[in-house]
């Protein structure tokens, strides 16, 4: 009975609540304001779950810190049950990776005989985990201003994963997609002078943006194209469905690249 008296008055609140008084909360009560932000699911147990993982996760200062992060697991768990108006234990598989906040080393996929990858023979355990990556980078997203969380992973031929998120700034315009992230991840671990480009290494980047065909900016391709442009672009939604594979240059025909920079040189 008692719960069922808060449950009105919650649902009260969510429907009192106007944006404009959001916008007025300072950063705390906002995060506090969440839970009351949204009416009751009905897959009730599974919600209890997910935030139970979420609440014994992070202490109750790593909550406010990391409110942008309890905010993108919301809106996240809220897309993927109203796409079916349920929740397949892929997408519950998913969310939990907002709560597993570990992602510390650099993941490496075995090969063996000395195999290379390129973008062609990859077999989908490989594209499953790349997603995977993506996923948990996504959860890493500064996104404060767009709330709209990006995760990438670069796959290079011999089987290491660079995984990055997108994180913004105050002046808008520094923003960073969560792709160069990732191509800056990469880099600035393994290149060695020119190689990374020269020996085509990245031979795919997996992108995982919530609602799906997370195409890659127009900046981000001509930054990728630098170093392939044969590589594999997997793009995919939050739960790993409504997957697009393409090569880059299908997405960035005729891109620009150091072979132009080399023509022009030939004829000075
Ligand atoms: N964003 C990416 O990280 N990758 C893309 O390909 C498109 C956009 C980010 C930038 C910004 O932080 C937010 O998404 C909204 O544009």
Redesign the pocket.
Known sequence: MFSFILNILLVTKVFSLDTSELETKNFNEKSQLLDNQYPPVSRQIDFDDLKNIMENSFTDNEKIEKFSVVDGFYKDFYYLKNLNNNLSLKSFNMLKQWAKKNQTTIPKIYLPNNKKLTPDNLDDSIKERLILEAQRARTF?Y?P??E???G?AILTKDGYIYSA????NAAYGN?????R?AIAKAISSENRGVSFQQNADIVAIA?V?RGGG????GN?RQALNEFNPDMLVIMSDIDAENIIEKHLYELLPMGFGPANLDKAKALE
């Open positions: 997203a996104a201003y767009s709209f969380h990006v990438a998120a997108n994180f913004e923003t960073i997609c969560a792709e992230c992108i943006i997370g195409s890659p900016c981000c």
